[in-house]
C-alpha cells in the first residue's frame, strides 16, 4: 500500500493546488463583474463555491493521510471527511440541475431582455441546494446509513459495504435522488435547449446571418453541457463501484481498484474552472491579466465584451440586441452610402 499511498499523495497535491486556485479565479471574476451579474448568474459563483469548499475541507486531510500512509485521526476525522465529501457532492450536482433547469426557462425566449426569474428568487434556489445537501448529509448521523473508511484506508466515505442489509434503503435513496434523478433532469432540460436552438435556427431566413444572441446561447449550452458531463462522469465510476460494494460486499474488489473511482471523483472540482478557461475568451484574458501574462489593451477589451464573459453561463439579451440593432444600423448606413455613391 506504500507504493500506492506514494502515488496517491502527489496526485491529490496537484488536484487540490489546482481545484482551490481554479475556484478562486472563478470567484475572483465573479467578484469584479458582480455589478454586470444578472440573477442566474448567481448559480454559477454558487458551484464555485461548492467546489472550492470540497478542495478546502477534503484535500488537506487526504494529503497528510497520503503522506503517512495511513487514516489519520480515527473515528472521528472519519466522519468528518465522509460527511462533507457528502454535503459538497450532493450541493454540486443539485446547483448543476438548478442551473439547468433555470438555464431551460431563461432559453424559452431566447431575445428577450426581460428577466425570467428574479434575484430573490435565485438565492432562495442556492439556500434549497445547500439545505437539501446538509439534509442528506446529516441522514448517517442519525442512523439512516453510515460513513466509514474506503477499502484502501486512505480516505472515508459512506460506508457502502456496511449498508448491503442495514441501509439498502438509504443506499436506493441516494442512487435516485442525488445522481440518477438529476442526471435526468439535466439531460431532458439541456436536450430541450438543443432543440429549441435548432429549431430557431431552422426559422431564420438568412441561416448564414445567425444572431449573436443565438450563437451565445449555443456556446453556453456547450459550456454547461460539458460542465455537467464532468461531474457526472467523474462520480460515475465510484458510483458504480460503491454499488457493486453493496451488492457483492467489499472484500470482493481489490482495495487498489478503488483508489482510482475516488480519486477521479475528488477531481470533480478541478474540471469547471479548466472549461472556462478553454471556452471562454474573457476568463482567459482576465487570468492572464490578473497574472501580469496580459497588457491593457485587452483587459479593456474584457471589460467591455461582457456578453463574452462565459462564466455565468447566461447571456444578456438586451445588450446582444442592443450590439446586433447597431450592427444592423451601421449595416443600412453603408448601403445608403453605396447606393448614393452609384446614382452619382
Not at 437539501?132 to 460513513?147: E, K
Not at 434523478?181 to 426559422?203: E, N, R
Not at 460539458?226 to 457526472?232: P, T
Not at 469547471?272 to 491593457?296: A, D, H, M, W
Request: hydrophobic share 45%; with cysteine.
Amino acid at each position: 500500500r506504500g507504493i500506492y499511498s506514494s502515488y496517491l499523495f502527489y496526485l491529490e497535491i496537484i488536484l487540490a493546488i489546482l481545484s482551490i486556485v481554479g475556484n478562486l479565479l472563478v470567484l475572483i471574476m465573479a467578484f469584479k463583474h458582480s455589478s454586470h451579474m444578472k440573477p442566474p448568474e448567481l448559480l454559477s459563483v454558487n458551484l464555485a463555491v461548492t467546489d472550492l469548499g470540497a478542495a478546502v475541507a477534503m484535500y488537506p486531510l487526504a494529503v497528510a493521510s497520503a503522506w503517512n500512509h495511513h487514516w489519520l485521526g480515527g473515528d472521528t476525522t472519519c466522519i468528518y471527511y465522509g460527511l462533507v465529501g457528502f454535503f459538497f457532492g450532493t450541493a454540486s450536482i443539485m446547483t448543476m440541475t438548478v442551473m439547468a433547469v433555470v438555464r431551460f426557462v431563461v432559453s424559452l425566449s431566447l431575445q428577450s431582455p426581460k428577466e425570467k426569474i428574479s434575484r430573490r428568487n435565485v438565492k432562495l434556489l442556492c439556500l434549497w441546494t445547500w439545505l437539501y445537501a446538509l439534509l442528506w448529509a446529516c441522514f448517517p448521523l442519525l442512523g439512516w446509513g453510515r460513513y466509514g473508511p474506503e477499502p484502501f484506508g486512505l480516505s472515508c466515505t459512506l460506508a457502502w459495504g456496511e449498508m448491503k442489509e442495514q441501509g439498502f434503503s438509504f443506499v436506493i435513496s441516494v442512487f435516485s435522488f442525488n445522481l440518477l434523478g438529476p442526471s435526468f433532469i439535466i439531460l431532458c432540460c439541456y436536450f430541450g435547449i438543443a432543440l429549441k436552438l435548432y429549431i430557431t435556427y431552422k426559422s431564420l431566413d438568412n441561416s448564414k446571418n445567425i444572431p449573436n444572441i443565438i450563437k451565445m446561447h449555443r456556446r453556453l449550452l456547450i459550456i454547461a453541457v460539458l460542465i455537467s458531463l464532468g461531474f457526472i462522469l467523474s462520480w460515475a465510476p465510484y458510483g458504480l463501484v460503491s454499488l457493486v460494494s453493496v451488492v457483492r460486499g467489499s472484500e470482493f474488489i481489490r482495495p487498489e481498484v478503488t483508489m482510482l473511482p475516488c480519486l477521479f471523483a475528488k477531481s470533480s472540482t478541478l474540471y469547471n474552472p479548466l472549461i472556462y478557461y478553454i471556452f471562454s475568451k474573457t476568463f482567459k484574458q482576465e487570468v492572464k491579466q490578473l497574472c501580469g501574462r496580459s497588457n491593457v489593451c485587452h483587459a479593456s477589451r474584457a471589460r467591455n465584451n461582457i456578453t463574452d464573459n462565459a462564466i455565468y453561463l447566461v447571456c444578456d439579451g438586451s445588450r446582444t440586441e442592443n450590439e446586433e440593432k447597431l450592427s444592423s444600423g451601421k449595416s443600412r448606413k453603408m448601403e445608403t452610402r453605396l447606393n448614393s455613391f452609384d446614382s452619382q
